[in-house]
T-cell receptor
Framework: EPEVTQTPSHQVTQMGQEVILRCVPI?????FYWYRQILGQKVEFLVS????????KSEIFDDQFSVERPDGSNFTLKIRSTKLEDSAMYFC????????????FGPGTRLTVT | AQRVTQPEKLLSVFKGAPVELKCNYS??????LFWYVQYSRQRLQLLLR??SRESIKGFTADLNKGETSFHLKKPFAQEEDSAMYYC??????????FGTGTRLTVIP
């Protein structure tokens, strides 16, 4: 069964550095999402992406964040200048459509900012 | 603004006992609710959604609009049910608003 994949599984970076988290959604899916989960807290929506543009974003998704689908398979989340509070588990998800479809989640990337 | 409340952070039950994981929501639109489960070292996966009205792995959940609840129930808990359970509300274009989760431990 096809799955969403994410790389790396764990990323350690220094405060102020740029980081790119990568996701490969399921191949026939059209809608893509990023969520994050700070340790001990709930999963929070960051951004949704469709047709090469952002559909919706949360208050968390400020100017430090950007998303891109650079080719036909990858979907990336870039954090320009990481802060300590960006340390979290980042999940990518994809879905073939909007109405009545479940979101398929990747295994997550653990980002640690030191 | 939307809200999803899972009042129990931790829940322990004995194997074979009934289990109920509570979820209450607040949403101005027409709610679409889900239960997601995360087993140890595995990814988040959909357990069930209210529009399907199905039973998955013996679990059921009924949307009660009067009580704004979507509690997850299973009559006889199994050890393999031990996991983190998240109630989620679909909002906006298609994003999910999650509760804080309940860690269920089934004691053998």
């Amino acid at each position: 069964e096809p799955e969403v994949t994410q790389t790396p599984s764990h990323q350690v970076t220094q405060m102020g550095q740029e980081v790119i988290l990568r996701c490969v959604p399921i191949s026939n899916h059209l809608y893509f999402y990023w969520y994050r989960q700070i340790l001990g807290q709930k999963v929070e929506f960051l951004v949704s992406f469709y047709n090469n543009e952002i559909s919706e974003k949360s208050e968390i998704f400020d100017d430090q964040f950007s998303v891109e689908r650079p080719d036909g398979s990858n979907f990336t989340l870039k954090i320009r200048s990481t802060k300590l509070e960006d340390s979290a588990m980042y999940f990518c998800a994809s879905t073939p459509g909007v109405l009545g479809y479940e979101q398929y989640f990747g295994p997550g990337t653990r980002l640690t900012v030191t | 603004a939307q809200r999803v409340t899972q009042p129990e952070k931790l829940l322990s039950v004995f194997k074979g006992a009934p289990v109920e994981l509570k979820c209450n929501y607040s949403y101005s639109g027409s709610p679409e609710l889900f239960w997601y489960v995360q087993y140890s070292r595995q990814r988040l996966q959909l357990l069930l959604r209210h529009i399907s009205r199905e039973s998955i792995k013996g679990f059921t959940a009924d949307l009660n609009k009067g009580e704004t609840s979507f509690h997850l129930k299973k009559p006889f808990a199994q050890e393999e049910d031990s996991a983190m359970y998240y109630c989620a509300l679909k909002t906006g274009a298609n994003n999910l608003f999650f509760g804080t989760g309940t860690r269920l431990t089934v004691i053998p």
